[in-house]
């Protein structure tokens, strides 16, 4: 079983930053992509950042040039850090991964941590 942990979520004031982790733990053979997405009450979960294991990421438009993903493919981890903040940027966010292992190719997800960006 393929685990996704994520920390990091949390108040933060507009103009502010935070740095979202995410660790992967489990039977893992290699993984594909990691990433995050978000979900805003009352809206549909969306794509927020994601990183391939060559490194080719790409950003929604909303968070290009304030948001920066990594990834440590060593350590099955990823990064989020979020700078300049604003309030339309509250939601809980998730990490996603796209894993292999014996089971064969899994989707897997976290439980997911708040960001609340107060103005």
């Known amino acids: 079983q393929v685990q996704l942990v994520e920390s990091g979520g949390g108040l933060v004031q507009a103009g502010g930053s935070l740095r979202l982790s995410c660790a992967a733990s489990?039977?893992?053979?290699?993984?594909?992509?990691m990433g995050w997405y978000r979900q805003a009450p009352g809206n549909q979960r969306e794509l927020v950042a994601v990183i391939d294991s060559g490194g080719r990421i790409n950003y929604a438009d909303s968070v290009k040039g304030r948001f920066t993903i990594s990834r440590d493919n060593a350590k099955n981890t990823v990064l989020l850090q979020m700078n300049s903040l604003k309030p339309e940027d509250t939601a809980v966010y998730y990490c996603?991964?796209?894993?292999?292992?014996?089971?064969?190719?899994?989707?897997?997800w976290g439980q997911g941590t708040l960001v609340t960006v107060s103005s």
């Open positions: 996603n991964a796209k894993v292999i292992n014996y089971a064969g190719n899994r989707e897997v």
């Open positions: 489990g039977i893992i053979f290699s993984i594909n992509a």
